[in-house]
């Protein structure tokens, strides 16, 4: 429940509530119970049919199958010297493989493991892992909401651009496009979209006939869009004198076949209307009605009226920044980097902001203090890049790993210099980042949790054992030793280390508990002549009972998960719960007794002296006589 995982702490608390239903059901009911059945036998009364009465046949309970099994054959074999010697041996190979390989367990959940092996979706995840090509879209976030980086300056400005004079060669927009010239190491497929250069690119482009980028309403000074057309222009002359075809070459009449489909009389609301609503202009614009307004160009009417050559006015003149070589002045950004986010692109202006950066950029308006008329000031902002295709686990979380890497030099550049509480925040995001962030830290988890769990169980031990660090320690190298066995078996079985196996993990130290706690308390307070003696006893009543009723029992539930048509419980459920139960009863009955005749605790001298007494009592009853 200390765990920082959702899955895992949920998992804890479920379970930790479970055991204490599970111990008050024991203390009362299932004492009530057992003692109803104590009386059901000493009355030879049948289980099933218990009002029948059986036959009253004296006869004293005999041995089963498993503990003659154990007392004739398999105890006195394990124990003997040289293959005592053999199993030490192997289990200690065991114990070096598993260190080995257990490094080199894969990590993540792969998302076509959870579904159903007959869903279609099972099938898109295949096609999608197979024809996938292209990578997810990655966004490298630079949170300025205090204001900290002022981009109407240029020294702060050379710190995110790409390829404007002055850059700085470890901005993050240079870094972005250094890293993506290595993608089978970075993650990253494309060079970033710096919105800051395509903006100076719009502000400082020279406005001609043919290009109109960054321009003014000559008497309001409101932004004028590139779709604005000056009084008496003549579009055949200025296709002509920017390369065009010539205004003398005739144009066939096939060029029209499509005119009705795309254009019609604003007067007449009939099909051909309908046809151009059916086209969805994304980003670009919304509906007609919206996109020609007067609300979004301005007052433009006098577009419209015809006036006497002598009297044209000019509508819309360039900016400031308009041609110029230098980058726009503080009071210049910020008023046109509002209108940058605004323009649409189109044929005159293709560097327009709205469709690429129109929600990559955060503005707060603010006072010019120049003339008090309204600028912006950029607060967030963030730069598109794309990853590689990305088709596992691993590629997810490396890619996020590898952005991470990136964003944290970005950050020692950007913030070079920089007080502590002025420093900016850049990190990157992508859709998939929530879901694959918890691969990053697995390992850490997974230590942190199995190391609780072995520390509780050595503690409580401890204490119920009878302050027996000897035992402890056995139990706790045991236990140590199943889970470092388990994580071999994952290894090999391609069983990857995610939330699931790790709740499993977590079980397993709890079950292993049951392999060996009653062999080793059965251990301390029997008593024999020598170690070995005591651990053949122990064996012999102990083992058929562990092999009953903890490994066979739970066979039958763990069987039925092989069937199960999702393969997440036929490979976290089914493969490690069947390795939960055969590791464990291997070194429960098998390394165990071994290495209590070699180093177990010594016999508990309070058990020792009571048997003592017991003889003694016994020799005063029934004294021998003497010949």
């Given amino acids: 429940a200390l765990s920082d995982m959702p899955a895992v702490r949920a998992f804890a608390l479920y379970a930790g509530m479970a055991l204490i239903v599970d111990f008050l059901m024991q203390i ?132 995110l651009c790409l390829a404007l004079p002055g850059c700085l060669e470890n901005s993050l927009a240079g870094q972005v496009f250094s890293w993506q010239k290595k993608p089978e190491d970075t993650y990253l497929a494309t060079a970033p979209m710096p919105w800051i250069d395509n903006y100076i690119g719009w502000a400082t482009a020279e406005v001609t006939d043919s290009v109109k980028c960054c321009r003014k309403y000559t008497e309001s000074g409101g932004f004028c869009p590139s779709t604005v057309l000056e009084p008496g222009y003549n579009a055949t002359v200025a296709t002509a004198a920017s390369g065009g075809p010539d205004s003398t070459t005739p144009i066939p009449d096939s060029a029209f076949a499509a005119y009705d489909e795309f254009y019609y009389d604003v007067l007449e609301k009939g099909k051909s209307r309908r046809k151009r609503q059916d086209y969805d202009y994304g980003d670009y614009g919304g509906d007609d009605e919206d996109w020609f307004s007067d609300d979004f160009f301005g007052d433009s009417e006098e577009q419209t009226e015809e006036e006497p050559t002598a009297k044209k006015k000019t509508l819309c003149t ?21 209108w940058f986010l605004k323009a649409n692109p189109d044929d005159t202006c293709p560097t327009a902001g709205h469709a690429a950066y129109g929600e990559s950029v955060k503005l707060v308006p603010q006072t010019s203090e120049l003339d008090g008329g309204e600028t912006h000031r950029v607060t967030s902002s963030h730069m598109m890049a794309f990853h590689t295709i990305l088709r596992t686990s691993k590629d997810y979380y490396m890619a996020l790993a590898r952005a991470r890497e990136l964003t944290d030099s970005v950050m020692k550049v950007v913030n070079n210099g920089t007080e502590p509480e002025k420093q900016v925040t850049v990190f990157p995001y992508s859709v998939f980042y929530v879901f694959y962030e918890q691969y990053l830290t697995m390992w850490e988890d997974t230590i942190k949790s199995l190391g609780i769990s072995l520390a509780a169980i050595f503690l409580v031990t401890y204490v119920l054992m009878g302050f027996d660090l000897v035992s402890s320690i056995i139990m706790l190298v045991i236990i140590l030793l199943i889970v470092l066995n388990l994580g071999a078996l994952m290894y090999w079985w391609d069983i990857t280390l995610n939330a699931v196996s790790l709740v499993n ?13 009653h062999m080793t308390r059965a251990y301390s307070v029997n008593i024999g002549a020598d170690r070995v003696e005591r651990a053949r ?46 590791i464990g009863a291997a070194h429960g009955l098998i390394l ?36």
């Fill in 537 to 582: 006893n122990v064996l012999t009543s102990m083992g058929s009972s562990v092999l009953s009723g903890i490994t066979l029992t739970k066979f039958g539930g763990i069987v039925v998960l092989a069937f199960a048509k999702s393969r997440i419980f036929s490979i976290f459920y089914f493969r490690m719960y069947l390795g939960i139960v055969l």
């Fill in 28 to 159: 009362s009911c299932f004492v009530a119970l057992i003692s109803l059945d104590m009386m059901r036998q000493e009355n030879h009364r049948f289980d099933i049919f218990c009002c029948i009465k059986g036959p009253k046949k004296d006869e004293e309970p005999s041995q089963g199958m498993l503990y003659k099994l154990f007392e004739h054959l398999y105890a006195p074999f394990l124990l003997k010297k040289w293959v005592r010697a053999a199993v030490m041996i192997i289990f200690f190979g065991l114990a070096c493989h598993s260190l080995a390989v257990v490094p080199k367990i894969e990590i993540g959940l792969d998302q076509e493991i959870s579904m159903p092996d007959n869903s279609f979706v099972l099938k898109y995840f295949t096609f999608l892992k197979d024809y996938l090509s292209v990578g997810p879209p990655v966004y490298f976030v630079v949170n300025n909401t205090a204001g900290h980086l002022d981009l109407t300056k240029q020294q702060d400005q050379n710190k």
């Fill in 505 to 517: 993990l977590v079980m397993a130290v709890g079950i292993s508990v049951e392999f060996c706690s």
């Fill in 318 to 338: 360039p900016c400031e920044t308009s041609g110029q070589s230098d980058r726009p002045s503080v009071d210049q950004f910020g008023r046109t980097i509002s």
């Fill in 592 to 627: 165990l007794p071994v290495l209590l005749s070699y180093c177990g605790p010594r016999t508990n001298l309070a058990k020792l002296i009571k048997q003592e007494k017991d003889s003694m009592q016994d020799i005063i009853k029934d004294p021998v006589p003497i010949s």
